[in-house]
């Protein structure tokens, strides 16, 4: 089974700081990597999607690695802003199967 | 486009009640998903439709949980007899065959409440 692990569990950095989060998986047999933002009590909105082919995605202040062989993704944040702060998930899809495989998330707080 | 959208979003029922969600997916969006979550949990995947068929379930999705997409548009998750440890937030996406594949959209969910 595919397991999904993230760190740090929470983070908390001054406004302006560039931050890494972690993302590692299990299986390298990985059909894409998606990267989600939830804020409390809401629904996930999508960041980044990366095919397994791909080496790395970037949206404005965002940008997705992945190393498929060692099984880690990082997410980075540029310039990060109050509102950035809110937990980031991350989500990998397996070669057999439709379901998605999330970690328990990173928790941030960027503070002004 | 309106994205994934749920209801109810709030449900508080009494343990053994049924209680019924529904999603409206993206238009034309094919593939539909349901997902639970629960608190400092990642989501957890429950079940896959296709169209109108239901191509994978978890085996979280116990005898008291179904889901339909009986036309291959808006979809219901019913839960019959529920249990408090039924409580969580209930999520579901949509997503496209065809363009960036395999990106998921989430709605902003379903919460439920059992007491």
């Known amino acids: 089974k595919q397991e999904v692990t993230q760190i740090p569990a929470a983070l908390s950095v001054p406004e302006g700081e560039n931050l890494v989060l972690n993302c590692s998986f299990t299986d390298s047999a990985i059909y894409n990597l998606q990267w989600f933002r939830q804020d409390p009590g809401k629904g996930l909105t999508s960041l980044l999607l990366?095919?397994?082919?791909?080496r790395e995605q970037t949206s404005g202040r965002l940008n997705a690695s992945l190393d498929k062989s060692s099984g880690r993704s990082t997410l980075y944040i540029a310039a990060s802003q109050p509102g950035d702060s809110a937990t980031y998930l991350c989500?990998?899809?397996?070669?057999?199967?439709?379901?998605?495989?999330f970690g328990k998330g990173t928790s941030l707080l960027v503070t002004p | 486009d309106t994205g994934v959208s749920q209801d109810p979003r709030h449900k508080i029922t009494k343990r053994g009640q049924n209680v019924t969600f529904r999603c409206d997916p993206i238009?034309?969006?094919?593939?539909l998903y349901w997902y639970r979550q629960t608190l400092g949990q990642g989501p957890e995947f429950l079940t896959y439709f296709q169209n109108e068929a239901q191509l994978e379930k978890s085996r979280l999705l116990s005898d008291r949980f179904s889901a339909e997409r009986p036309k291959g548009s808006f979809s219901t998750l019913e839960i019959q007899r529920t249990e408090q440890g039924d409580s969580a937030m209930y999520l579901c996406?949509?997503?496209?065959?065809?363009?960036?594949?395999?990106?998921?959209?989430f709605g902003e969910g379903s919460r439920l409440t059992v007491l």
């Open positions: 990366i095919q397994s082919s791909q």
């Open positions: 996406a949509s997503s496209s065959l065809t363009g960036e594949d395999g990106e998921l959209f």
């Open positions: 989500a990998v899809r397996a070669n057999s199967g439709y379901a998605l495989n």
């Open positions: 238009s034309e969006h094919n593939r």
